[in-house]
């Protein structure tokens, strides 16, 4: 019944900005309830963390890649999820994924329950 979908991918020039976005819909209090995060998996590599925002959007935690360029938040009265890209290099190229879980630790340490289909992120030389 939950479903994550992104958007907000493209081709960029490294140096450049993206935001992704992304829509929780379900239940009721499902996206209130919910740990949102978003993973990253590059051709040839495994998935891996990104950033999670708590349920209250209270607090962050950030891959260390990625710590001064990047920037989650969510808006829980629009039930979606942002992830503010800047500064990007050509290794942040993959296909990013939406994900939720019952909780912040959850979702780091255990895996997401849900996940978004993915969007493609390009970043150029």
């Known amino acids: 019944q939950v479903q994550l979908a992104e958007s907000g991918g493209g081709l960029v020039q490294a140096g450049g900005s993206l935001r992704l976005s992304c829509t929780c819909t379900g239940p009721g209090q499902t996206f209130d309830n919910a740990a949102m995060g978003w993973f990253r998996q590059a051709p040839g590599k495994e998935r891996t963390f990104v950033s999670v925002i708590n349920r209250s959007g209270s607090t962050d935690y950030y891959a260390d890649s990625v710590k001064g360029r990047f920037i989650i938040s969510r808006d829980n009265a629009k039930n979606t999820v942002y992830l503010q890209m800047n500064s990007l290099r050509p290794e942040d190229t993959a296909v990013y994924f939406c994900?939720?879980?019952?909780?912040?630790?959850?979702?780091?340490?255990?895996?997401?329950?849900?996940w978004g289909q993915g969007t493609q992120v390009t970043v150029s030389p």
């Open positions: 994900a939720a879980a019952r909780d912040s630790v959850v979702l780091i340490t255990k895996g997401p329950d849900y």
